[in-house]
DNA sequence: ACTTTCTGTAAGCGATAACTTACGGTAAGT
DNA sequence: ACTTACCGTAAGTTATCGCTTACAGAAAGT
């Protein structure tokens, strides 16, 4: 739910795979692991933390499940950096006329 | 340099408690470390990790090494996640579509 | 009812990551 | 020249993570 679950989830390479490969829209499970060189329960327990992350939602569909990238999870993650960006910035033009003030540090 | 470095980097929640006291400007590692339950020579490894991921810039002034954001570093990432947002609410709405006209899934 | 399809979970193993202490090295002050 | 302050790196340990195989369960077809 957290962006700090979010941003720990999609630092997993395989994860970006699989969110990959749901840009284009829902997938069931065997869909995604198809083409994969890791096991169909290896995407399953990937799935799960890409879920409990809040970026991904799950709607059964007769034996199938099919996952879907959740929006609100990425603008989270989203929010944060955008936040984070703006500090980058600021702090980089105080230093900036800091420098050309002459203090160096603190 | 890349995202994935960055999103990797950011992962951690100690990495992050980091790039929150740079938030303001620039800082060396001693001051950094201040406070942090962990070794300064902890801290300084993770230092490592963030430049190397492209999110921090180090200024040597005399013993010292201020270390500050790199603002290019969180615009990578921060692009990445504008990218996957624009796609989720796209498939988002093509799903809803679909699902209004009966489709399930592929 | 039985089989098939699709999927999640448990147990176990190997690799990696984060931490510690100890050491080395450079710049400034006396 | 010597000391002090500040910092990076090496080596070693422990915990966590990602993977595999094996098993279990639910839904649909025959």
Redesign the interface.
């Known amino acids: 739910m957290s962006y ?1 679950d979010a ?2 989830a ?2 997993d ?1 395989t994860r ?1 795979v699989i ?1 990959d490969r ?7 499970v065997g ?1 995604i692991a198809d083409g994969m060189q890791i096991s169909r329960p290896a995407v399953s327990q990937h799935l799960r933390v890409l879920s409990d992350a809040g970026l991904l939602t799950v709607t059964p ?1 007769g034996t ?1 499940r ?1 996952y ?4 609100d999870g ?2 989270n ?2 929010r944060y ?2 936040n ?2 703006d ?3 600021a ?2 033009a ?2 900036a006329e ?1 420098q050309a003030k002459g203090k ?3």
């Open positions: 700090e941003i720990a999609l630092a390479p970006r969110i749901l840009r284009r829209g829902p997938l069931p869909h569909s199938k099919l879907a990238i959740a929006p990425v603008d993650l989203r950096l955008d984070l960006w500090d980058a910035l702090a980089f105080r230093a800091d160096s540090d603190e």
